[in-house]
């Protein structure tokens, strides 16, 4: 069954660094999203993407946060600038077709230690 | 705005004895409903969904869920429950008539321990 891929499936860097996490959404997918799942907490939703575009992004996802579809199967998520209170667990997740009934795929998750 | 409450922060249960996790959801319109599961290290692993229809659904791992409109609630049941269902379990709820890309608002999550 196609799946999800995240790379790495941990990273580790320092504070005010730029760090990118990579995404392979599932092949014929049109919606992608990133999640975020900070130790203990809820997941909560970053933002979604489609037709080359944000759709919907909350309050979390800041100007330091960017999405970027550079090539037809890449999905990646930049934080320009590291803080403590990034560090999280970072899923991708994408869906098929063009209605809402679709769920969602996710990834394994990019576990993301900002020290 | 859209939100979903697990009361339930922790069970434990025996092997092969049943199991109900409690979702409620608040929502203004007709909800899309998600149970996800979540192993140690692990993405998250769609159990099962509700979009419209039969209000018992079925899943994979022997896992059903029963959607009550009244109770805004979407719990999650397993007549049986094996050692290996042990993980974290989310309900989701989505928007239904949104344009965009139905973004999903996760509960809290239930932590289910089986003891043997």
């Known amino acids: 069954e196609p799946e999800v891929t995240q790379t790495p499936s941990h990273q580790v860097t320092q504070m005010g660094q730029e760090v990118i996490l990579r995404c392979v959404p599932i092949?014929?997918?049109?919606?992608f999203y990133w999640y975020r799942q900070i130790l203990g907490q809820k997941v909560e939703f970053l933002v979604s993407f489609y037709n080359n575009e944000i759709s919907e992004k909350s309050e979390i996802f800041d100007d330091q946060f960017s999405v970027e579809r550079p090539d037809g199967s890449n999905f990646t998520l930049k934080i320009r600038s590291t803080k403590l209170e990034d560090s999280a667990m970072y899923f991708c997740a994408s869906r098929a077709g063009t209605g809402s009934v679709s769920p969602l795929h996710f990834g394994n998750g990019t576990r993301l230690t900002v020290t | 705005a859209q939100s979903v409450t697990q009361p339930d922060i922790h069970i434990t249960v025996s092997e092969g004895a049943s199991l109900e996790l409690r979702c409620n959801y608040s929502y203004g319109a007709t909800p899309y409903l998600f149970w996800y599961v979540q192993s140690p290290g692990q993405g998250l692993q769609l159990l099962l969904k509700y979009f419209s229809g039969d209000t018992l659904v079925q899943g994979i791992k022997g896992f059903e869920a029963e959607f009550k409109r009244s109770q805004s609630s979407f719990n999650l049941r397993k007549p049986s429950v094996h050692w290996s269902d042990a993980a974290e379990y989310f309900c989701?709820?989505?928007?239904?008539?949104?344009?965009?890309?139905?973004?999903?608002?996760f509960g809290t999550g239930t932590r289910l321990q089986v003891t043997l």
């Open positions: 989701a709820v989505g928007a239904v008539n949104t344009g965009t890309a139905s973004k999903l608002t």
């Open positions: 092949s014929n997918h049109l919606y």
